[in-house]
């Protein structure tokens, strides 16, 4: 059983046991603007959680991602520096960034469930 | 109180909100950023067909004195004696050390009176010191009642033209005055996208009657100020304030093209000695193109080192080219490193990138002269 989770910076991670799979919401998307480009971690690359894991830039600036919970990169989407758009047409979807085998599962506790993201971006319009 | 409620509104507001713009603080504005259309495709738009911007917020002035082109001469270094009726000429404003306090755009209207154009940020501060040198010889009006806006790219002509037919046979930075529709305007042939375009002065209240007709007309999108970035970078032109500013001479800055064989022979300008010694000698630093060669843009304040590590200037403007479909940058760097070619690195999240100093302007000007 999956289970999606949200940050106040607007990355989700979908996690399956111990391994999530991290990208960034449709509302950021939608604030980024075009994408141009991306930068994915490699595996076996350690984040903490809020730490900077990737980089998405659209034509006016420069964002970074933050990983949503510790733990050890495990494959970067090796597709997306060259479809760096996949991440305004598919954000949850094919536009993922980076999977990660969490350190601590625990961590998800302190992330958003879809309902408090939801209501968290409507707050902010 | 919110910063938006201190924020001043050119005469197009309303209709930005309406087109559905992002609308951000720019220059003391709330000024449209993009369009529901997006950056990417508002700037491709501008470089196949026609875009509309809204530039009411730049500061447009008179300026008439008897002797007004060799007053305004003592300000800046471009050849104001020689400019006919109907020219414009891109110059510069110069400070007593030789920096750039302001670009401006300087018509021709009849022999004692000139039309300025100069930059939103800066207006305030140009227009102060332009009547406070010239005192008694020239006046400086301000025209608050008028908005500013450009219509460029490739079809812009052929647009236009259907309201004023005159357009069509204007040259690329000449200016006239004419009606649209009953409405008096100034016309200008310039622009700040690297296209053919036109920029046209009118009064505030018809404003928004202009850009709607405009708007109307097959082939023309509104663009904001995130795509007029994108394009001026593309074609190689300065941004106020990034690329040049007052810490930054004419030469430096590689605007030597601004001031005429008179000027450099003659002098008479702030700094021109040592101006004219940079024109003879070369600059310690000069603004160059800047490749990054990877897919990563590298933006404003972006460290450039030589080979060995050393650094050797800093990206002014930096970003990613949706016509170039790349990164394009500019910068400074020291003079040993400006021949186009010359192998540079750019530090990026603490990262070594290759880059080259590239030669400018990306894409190709498409003026009509």
Same mark, same amino acid.
């Given at each position: 059983?999956?289970?999606?989770?949200?940050?106040?910076?607007? &990355?989700?991670? =979908?996690?399956?046991?111990?391994?999530?799979?991290?990208?960034?919401? &449709?509302?950021?998307?939608?604030?980024?603007?075009?994408?141009?480009?991306?930068?994915?971690?490699?595996?076996? =690359?350690?984040?903490?959680?809020?730490?900077?894991?990737?980089?998405? &830039?659209?034509?006016?600036?420069?964002?970074?991602?933050?990983?949503?919970?510790?733990?050890?990169? =495990?494959?970067?989407?090796?597709?997306?520096?060259?479809?760096?758009?996949?991440?305004?047409?598919?954000?949850?979807?094919?536009?993922?960034?980076?999977?990660? &085998?969490?350190?601590?599962?625990?961590?998800?506790?302190?992330?958003?469930?879809?309902?408090?993201?939801?209501?968290?971006?409507a707050e902010l319009s | 109180m919110t910063a938006a409620e201190n924020l001043k509104s050119t005469p197009l507001e309303a209709l930005h909100v309406s087109l559905g713009a992002k609308m951000v603080p720019f220059a003391g504005y709330n000024m449209?950023?993009?369009?529901?259309?997006?950056?990417?495709?508002?700037?491709?738009?501008?470089?196949?067909?026609?875009?509309?911007?809204?530039?009411?917020?730049?500061?447009?002035?008179?300026?008439?004195?008897? @002797?007004?082109?060799?007053?305004?001469?003592?300000?800046?270094?471009?050849?104001?004696?020689?400019?006919?009726?109907?020219?414009?000429?891109?110059?510069?404003?110069?400070?007593?050390?030789?920096?750039?306090?302001? *670009?401006?755009?300087?018509?021709?209207?009849? @022999?004692?009176?000139?039309?300025?154009?100069?930059?939103?940020?800066?207006?305030?501060? @140009?227009?102060?010191?332009?009547?406070?040198?010239?005192?008694?010889?020239?006046?400086?009006?301000?025209?608050?009642?008028?908005?500013?806006?450009?219509?460029?790219?490739?079809?812009?002509?052929?647009?236009?033209?259907?309201?004023?037919?005159?357009?069509?046979?204007?040259?690329?930075?000449?200016?006239?005055?004419?009606?649209?529709? *009953?409405?008096?305007?100034?016309?200008?042939?310039?622009?700040?996208?690297?296209?053919?375009?036109?920029?046209?002065?009118?009064?505030?209240?018809?404003?928004?009657?202009?850009?709607?007709?405009?708007?109307?007309?097959?082939?023309?999108?509104?663009?904001?100020?995130?795509?007029? *970035?994108?394009?001026?970078?593309?074609?190689?032109?300065?941004?106020?304030?990034?690329?040049?500013?007052?810490?930054?001479?004419?030469?430096?800055?590689?605007?030597?093209?601004?001031?005429?064989?008179?000027?450099?022979?003659?002098?008479?300008?702030?700094?021109?000695?040592?101006?004219?010694?940079?024109?003879?000698?070369?600059?310690?630093?000069?603004?160059?193109?800047?490749?990054?060669?990877?897919?990563?843009?590298?933006?404003?304040?972006?460290?450039?080192?030589?080979?060995?590590?050393?650094?050797?200037?800093?990206?002014?403007?930096?970003?990613?080219?949706?016509?170039?479909?790349?990164?394009?940058?500019?910068?400074?760097?020291?003079?040993?490193?400006?021949?186009?070619?010359?192998?540079?690195?750019?530090?990026?999240?603490?990262?070594?990138?290759?880059?080259?100093?590239?030669a400018l302007p990306f894409v190709p000007h498409r003026y009509f002269k």
């Open positions: 059983m999956s289970q999606t989770r949200f940050t106040k910076d607007h &990355e989700w991670i =979908k996690v399956d046991g111990n391994v999530g799979t991290v990208g960034i919401t &449709e509302f950021a998307q939608g604030q980024l603007g075009d994408i141009v480009f991306v930068e994915v971690p490699p595996a076996g =690359k350690a984040v903490k959680a809020g730490g900077e894991a990737a980089v998405v &830039e659209s034509v006016k600036a420069a964002s970074e991602v933050y990983s949503p919970v510790s733990g050890t990169v =495990k494959e970067g989407n090796s597709a997306l520096p060259d479809a760096p758009e996949t991440v305004n047409s598919d954000p949850r979807g094919k536009g993922w960034f980076f999977k990660i &085998e969490l350190s601590d599962v625990k961590e998800l506790d302190g992330l958003m469930d879809q309902a408090a993201y939801d209501k968290f971006v | 449209p950023v993009q369009y529901p259309l997006g950056v990417l495709k508002e700037h491709l738009h501008t470089r196949t067909e026609a875009g509309l911007f809204d530039v009411s917020h730049m500061g447009q002035a008179t300026l008439t004195g008897e @002797d007004v082109d060799a007053a305004l001469e003592t300000l800046v270094p471009g050849d104001l004696k020689g400019l006919k009726p109907g020219q414009i000429r891109y110059t510069l404003l110069l400070n007593e050390t030789g920096g750039i306090i302001d *670009d401006l755009m300087v018509t021709g209207v009849d @022999d004692s009176t000139l039309y300025l154009v100069v930059n939103a940020a800066s207006k305030d501060g @140009d227009f102060a010191h332009i009547a406070d040198k010239l005192k008694g010889r020239a006046t400086l009006t301000r025209h608050e009642d008028a908005a500013l806006l450009a219509l460029q790219g490739p079809t812009a002509v052929q647009t236009l033209a259907k309201f004023i037919p005159a357009v069509a046979s204007m040259t690329f930075m000449t200016s006239r005055v004419d009606t649209f529709e *009953d409405v008096p305007v100034r016309l200008f042939r310039s622009g700040y996208t690297g296209e053919d375009g036109y920029e046209i002065s009118i009064p505030n209240a018809a404003a928004t009657t202009v850009a709607k007709a405009l708007l109307a007309e097959p082939g023309v999108q509104p663009i904001g100020l995130g795509a007029r *970035d994108s394009l001026r970078l593309e074609a190689g032109l300065c941004l106020y304030g990034s690329d040049i500013d007052t810490t930054t001479t004419p030469t430096e800055a590689a605007l030597n093209w601004v001031i005429g064989a008179r000027r450099r022979a003659e002098g008479g300008f702030p700094a021109a000695d040592k101006i004219l010694g940079q024109i003879k000698a070369g600059a310690p630093k000069k603004r160059v193109g800047i490749k990054p060669l990877g897919k990563a843009p590298a933006r404003a304040h972006t460290e450039i080192q030589d080979g060995s590590g050393k650094r050797i200037g800093e990206i002014t403007s930096g970003g990613f080219g949706p016509s170039f479909n790349g990164p394009v940058a500019m910068g400074y760097v020291e003079a040993a490193f400006a021949k186009v070619g010359t192998p540079l690195t750019l530090i990026v999240r603490g990262q070594p990138l290759p880059a080259e100093v590239a």
